[in-house]
């Protein structure tokens, strides 16, 4: 029984090793690799599934920690250009696996997550087009205004950029993009993406009591949308608990804000409690840099207990 524990205790180190030793890109086969490693330690407790697939066939896919019937949603990497967010839920993901057992808050609550809501962008970002036709590949040359760089690609694999792709405000907004591009083209509708579609059946089958969606740049939450009155006070208590904990700046309210982002839908539609975190310093355009991941893993790694607790309090109601 010591050997297996002690088995078990150095497989959760190498695990977690993995990521605070990263020297390269969080890539969507880093992210299979660590879901069959997380589930295969943690059968009875963890699992995971695809939620739905992106117009070049990969996954997209959810684990959830935990049996309890309170679930909270974590998402990241709506934008390809972001995939340290995936990489810092997936690490989140493992060390609240560890504590599994000793965590009172998994007995009554669920934490889901979706690490990487858009693959075929990272995958783009990242400069692997393995899976995309050559006469796509032409395309999103194109759409990246004919860079051999796509460093600052945000969009998915059809260039639209799926964080403009909710309907609270989608109308509204005006991005100054009205076709496929690296960035800011919301679409020919509102969920007219399949990584949209996915998170949005997703999101209504488990209805979050919590939800926060990770994002970069700018070391900032965002948390009111059109907002007042008693959901205003609730959402701002929270927002400025993960503020304190994180360090990041708590964005002022802007009651003129349009949306059409995952966040702004959730605070609409959901009347929950939602957040948009941005990790890493201010940059424009580009990825966050490996160097930054361990900072802004220490801000965030108490994060989905704060939420989760907020979840079970708002349960007791």
């Known amino acids: 029984m010591m050997r297996r524990a002690l088995l078990l205790s150095l497989c959760v180190y190498l695990f977690l090793g993995s990521f605070a030793m990263a020297d390269s890109p969080y890539t969507y086969n880093d992210l299979e690799y660590d879901l069959v490693l997380l589930q ?7 699992i995971y599934r695809s939620i739905g697939e992106t117009s070049y066939g990969r996954q997209i896919y959810a684990v959830r920690i935990g049996n309890g019937k309170k679930a909270i949603l974590l998402s990241g990497a709506h934008h390809g250009r972001e995939w340290m967010t995936s990489m810092l839920l997936m690490k989140m ?14 007995e009554s609550g669920a934490i889901w997550i979706v690490p990487m809501v858009n693959p075929d962008g990272v995958s783009v970002q990242q400069g692997d087009f393995g899976s995309i036709p050559w006469e796509d590949r032409m395309d999103i040359w194109r759409m990246n205004r004919y860079s051999f760089s ?5 969009a998915n694999g059809r260039g639209v950029d799926l964080n403009r792709q909710y309907p609270a405000g ?14 800011f083209y919301k679409g020919a509708s509102p969920f007219s993406e399949p990584e949209t579609k996915a998170l ?3 999101t209504l089958s488990i209805k979050p009591a919590v939800s926060a969606a990770y994002h970069s740049t700018g070391q900032e939450i965002f948390w009111h949308y059109q907002t007042s009155g008693e959901q205003e006070k609730r959402d701002y208590c929270l927002a400025k608990a993960v503020a304190d904990r994180t360090g990041y700046r708590l ?13 702004d839908w959730l605070i609409r539609d959901f009347k929950i409690p939602a957040m948009t975190i941005e990790i890493g310093k201010e940059r424009e355009n580009t990825e966050v840099p490996l160097h930054e991941f361990e900072a802004e893993w220490e801000s965030n790694r108490d994060v989905g207990w704060i939420l989760l607790e907020e979840a079970l309090r708002l349960g007791e109601k």
């Open 40 to 46: 295969q330690q943690y059968p009875e407790k963890i």
């Open 150 to 154: 796509f460093k600052r690609w945000k």
């Open 170 to 183: 989608w109308k509204e907004v005006k991005t100054g993009v009205e076709h496929p591009s690296y960035q």
């Open 93 to 106: 993901a493992a060390t609240y696996a560890a504590d599994i057992e000793k965590h009172p808050l998994l």
């Open 251 to 263: 964005s002022e309210p802007d009651m003129n804000a349009v949306g059409s982002g995952f966040t």
């Open 200 to 202: 949005a059946r997703f």
